[in-house]
């Protein structure tokens, strides 16, 4: 939701990571890339966001929404910012599996306030949120962040049968092009893998 700030030479960086990311971490299945202004991927492929009324009945106003040529399971994983608590969130992803459907929806919410006012299609405000939310920290610096999920099966966004999705969630840019936006979710990726790595340790 904030001013995106990136120079050329990080991007191209990001970018080369982003190029690389199926090889480097060897993820199977799936990966879905989407940001809060309607920009999205599936497995390289344009997958565009819209705004329309929020099937899940969450707000009362058109919400930007992805759609998946697959079900998933439903429910609400909430994206926290460096020293927020759950009490705070700042954005929210919310799966949602019409009955009997063989698609799903995405819907992507994002906070807004008087002194960081609404500038992505997500600032619609945050509905209530789930009492089997899921919480993951976003990663990066703000005005450049987001969060990678790897649902386990049984939670939200999860294959019912069994095959293995990744979402890269990109949040606070601005209407990126499609190779920034995959450079960011490589990048995310990168971080994540490193991250791991280092609990393991």
Known sequence: MKTFKKTIGMAACVGILAASATSVFGVPGNIFTF?????????????????APDPSGGLPVPVLIYQLPFPVLP????????????SEPSDLVRFFNPAGANI???????????TDPPDALADTGLPPV???????????????????WIP???????????????YNIISD????GS???AGLSGGLLLLMKVRRQARRA
């Open 35 to 51: 940001d809060e202004n309607g920009n999205g991927n599936l497995d390289g492929q344009p997958l565009r966001g819209l705004m």
């Open 130 to 148: 789930s009492p089997s939310a899921i919480f993951i920290n976003e990663v990066g610096h703000e005005g450049n962040n987001g969060a990678v």
């Open 173 to 176: 840019v601005p209407e990126p």
């Open 179 to 181: 190779m920034l936006l």
């Open 104 to 114: 799903s929806d995405i819907i992507f919410y994002s906070d807004f306030s008087p």
């Open 152 to 166: 386990l099966p049984g939670q939200p966004g999860a294959n019912p049968a069994g095959a293995q999705i990744t």
């Open 75 to 86: 429910g609400d994983v909430v994206l926290l910012e460096p020293g927020q608590s759950s």
